[in-house]
Each structure stands twice: as structure tokens, then as C-alpha cells.
Nanobody
């Protein structure tokens, strides 16, 4: 499945952004969807994951309470609502598709090109 993330940008600390990730396939609903991020000089890390029917979600401790993952299978899109953004949230954000509800990026087979989020202090 091909994925395209959008919605990144420059925001001040404390602000909000909503990332979207559109999938190319009508079988989007069959996939577990995840968001990951990679900050400059750091390894890519897990942010959030959502199961196929939105019954299960999980978040990294660093974003818990500030970030919400959701999906609209009719629109083949997964979202990441980010509130109370901090400078340490600055990273390239990637969406990914897989078959397991997991935090392990190796379990996700399809990746989008990423969207830059920059949070200024």
C-alpha cells in the first residue's frame, strides 16, 4: 500500500497540528496503522498505533495525553492529532501500515515519505 503523509509545518510550542496519512488502497481497513518519528541525529521512534477497526490504540509515553491517533476507513486515511506541542516533538513524522498492533517498526511493511513537524520555543 502506498502512503502519503501531510499536515506538517512550523508551530509554536503549545500549539497543535493534525497530521493525515492517505492510503492508495481500498483495502486500507485491513491494515494496522502506525505513526513514527525521527528527530535530527536520532533513530526513528514509535509514536502511536491503531488497529484496523480502531478498537485498540497505543502511544509512546513521551506523547501520551497530548496525541490522539484515529482513522477513517471510508476515506482510507489515518490521523494524528497533536496538542500541547513541545520543541522536542520536532521531527519528520512517518505513517506506516502493517498487520500487528505493535510498537516495533520492523512489523510495519509499508511506509510513507514523511512530513516535517517543527516546534519553535
Amino acid at each position: 500500500v502506498q502512503l502519503q503523509a501531510s499536515g506538517g509545518g512550523l508551530v509554536q510550542a503549545g500549539g497543535s497540528l493534525r497530521l493525515s496519512c492517505a492510503a492508495s488502497e481500498r483495502t486500507f481497513g485491513n491494515y494496522v496503522m502506525g505513526w513514527f518519528r525521527q528527530a535530527p541525529g536520532k533513530e526513528r521512534e514509535f509514536v502511536a498505533v491503531i488497529s484496523q477497526l480502531s478498537t485498540t490504540t497505543a502511544y509512546a509515553d513521551s506523547v501520551k495525553g497530548r496525541v490522539t491517533i484515529s482513522r477513517d476507513n471510508a476515506k482510507n486515511t489515518v490521523y494524528l492529532q497533536m496538542n500541547s506541542l513541545k520543541p522536542e516533538d520536532t521531527a519528520v513524522y512517518y505513517c506506516a501500515a502493517g498487520s500487528l498492533v505493535t510498537m516495533r517498526e520492523t512489523a510495519f511493511r509499508s511506509w510513507g515519505p514523511g512530513t516535517q513537524v517543527t516546534v519553535s520555543s
